[in-house]
């Protein structure tokens, strides 16, 4: 009886060590799943929300966090991108926005950035020249942004405009901006969000919403007297992919809401 347990104890002590070194060849051979975690971009300075009416003070004032990236040789870090969505009603928008912030605690990173682009539909912040994606790449410092969407009047010191390096004692109303950092929707007409100003300086592209717009939401049964106001809501978040080119994506930051009121150059 002793011999044959001591047989049969050597046979299992051969047989797990004959499973581990099956096991350490196959995880060796096939590799585990590996996640690249982004950091997001932080300090905010200006968040103004739908119901500012201080024209002033309709801006997103942000840092970025290119400083705060982990390096590696299979993931590239490409910088923060700023995402947007317009809707007619500031209920829906408010619904949206509670339910990707709460996926910032999810303990999958992107679970927030892909709530807003892959299920909301928001789109890119576009600019007259183009939709650089992302729109501020990485240059390895933390960045300050400045960015206004709409013009107030014909007010040069409240223009639309991205200010990439914005320091509020020098910029907060500079006039010599470059035209390449004036924001537009992201639409194939490059339409601005000075919404239904006919004597914008972009006459023709200044138009009013649609509801069928890629990067509208639009309540039917909102009440028809508050048709001329429209919200817009923006985040931003960092990314970065993967030598497969699988982008990765950081917790998002809210930069803020704002009202743009289409019968009215007062916004």
């Known amino acids: 009886m002793n011999k044959g347990s001591k047989i049969r104890r050597k046979y299992s002590i051969d047989t797990l060590l004959s499973l581990s070194v099956c096991c350490l060849l196959f995880f060796s051979g096939c590799g585990l799943d590996e996640y690249y975690v982004v950091a997001a971009p932080y300090l905010i300075y200006n968040q103004p929300t739908y119901s500012t009416t201080d024209f002033s003070q309709k801006y997103f004032d942000f840092y970025t966090n290119d400083t705060g990236q982990t390096t590696s040789s299979d993931f590239d870090y490409l910088g923060t991108a700023v995402y947007y969505k317009i809707f007619n009603n500031y209920s829906t928008m408010a619904t949206e926005y509670t339910a990707i912030i709460a996926l910032n605690s999810s303990t999958t990173y992107s679970a927030a950035a892909d709530k ?119 985040f931003a978040v960092a990314v970065g992919r993967d030598t497969t080119y699988t982008k990765y994506y950081s917790t998002v930051l809210h930069l803020g809401s704002i009202a743009i009121d289409s019968s009215d150059e007062n916004n």
Not at 180 to 188: E, G, T
Not at 192 to 204: H, L, V
């Open 116 to 234: 807003m682009i892959d299920t909301y539909g928001y789109k890119e912040l576009s600019t007259s020249s183009g939709t650089p994606s992302p729109l501020l790449p990485d240059i390895d410092a933390d960045t300050r942004v400045y960015i206004r969407l709409m013009n107030y009047q014909d007010n040069a010191d409240y223009a639309a405009k991205i200010i990439i390096g914005y320091d509020p004692d020098d910029d907060a109303h500079d006039t010599s901006v470059d035209g390449d950092y004036v924001p537009r929707r992201n639409l194939s007409k490059k339409y601005t969000f000075d919404f239904g100003r006919e004597d914008s300086d972009d006459t023709g592209f200044s138009v009013v919403p649609d509801a069928d717009d890629d990067d509208v939401t639009y309540s039917s049964s909102f009440s028809d007297d508050d048709d001329a106001v429209w919200y817009v809501d923006v």
